[in-house]
């Protein structure tokens, strides 16, 4: 069955299959100027966190979710002890250990974030999705390579941590049928147009389709 995937900027995507609704990383970046509210996101049943970097994590948006709503949150060891210290209850996803989040399957992949100039480096947890979607959160790890040629993979395009070409190397190696972008969320629009109109010629050129979300509330059918 098909996946609704919407993005409300930078790396914050709702999914939603057969009444199960997923939102993923709702982070400080999509709030920043109003141009994401949580009222945007409508009903929730998951929370799900790839790690404790707050463009990934805000908090307190995620505390004011919980409360308004009877939904659960998912992350790993850094997330739930983040979160914990706030009371909100995490569930603790273990690497390799499948969660069936209602109508959407998720397989935790334990990852090293992408190299970076912090003394502290949190871990990061990817996902597998339905078997066919890959998010790698804000990691290239070799250990992703084995899930090649899946129909979607969500990747970061644009990072202090990344150039273009490294992006591109990356995600031709696994040769997924279609890239959602990510991880574009503090760049002005002019910028993000540049670069998703480069990544569009250079992956139509590789079979591979790129799905340009720039708008919040833009959305997908994987």
């Given at each position: 069955m098909a996946i609704h995937l919407s993005k409300f900027v930078?790396?914050?995507?709702?999914?939603e299959k057969a009444g199960t609704r997923v939102l993923f990383d709702p982070g400080k970046f999509s709030f920043n100027e109003d141009r994401v509210r949580l009222a945007d996101f409508g009903r929730l049943d998951w929370i799900v966190i790839t790690h404790t970097h707050p463009d990934h994590l805000?908090?307190?948006?995620?505390?004011?979710?919980?409360?308004?709503?009877?939904?659960r949150v998912l992350g790993n060891v850094e997330v739930a002890a983040t979160l914990g210290s706030k009371g909100i209850k995490v569930q603790v996803a273990t690497d390799g250990q499948?969660?069936?989040?209602?109508?959407i399957s998720l397989l935790p992949i334990a990852v090293p974030h992408q190299p970076i100039l912090e003394e502290q480096i949190p871990q990061v947890t990817a996902f597998l999705i339905d078997d066919?979607?890959?998010?790698?959160a804000d990691s290239f790890d070799e250990r992703l390579h084995q899930w090649k040629g899946l129909d979607a993979l969500i990747v970061p395009i644009m990072a202090p941590f990344l150039t273009e070409t490294e992006v591109y190397e990356f995600v031709r190696m696994l040769s997924p049928k279609s890239v959602v972008p990510v991880h574009d969320g503090y760049a002005r629009d002019f910028f993000v147009d540049t670069r998703h109109a480069t990544f569009d010629q250079w992956f139509r050129k590789a079979g591979i389709v790129f799905h340009s979300l720039k708008n919040p509330g833009d959305t997908v059918t994987l």
């Open positions: 930078h790396s914050c995507l709702l999914l805000d908090v307190d948006a995620v505390g004011q979710l919980v409360a308004s709503q009877n939904l499948p969660v069936d989040a209602g109508e066919r979607i890959l998010h790698v």
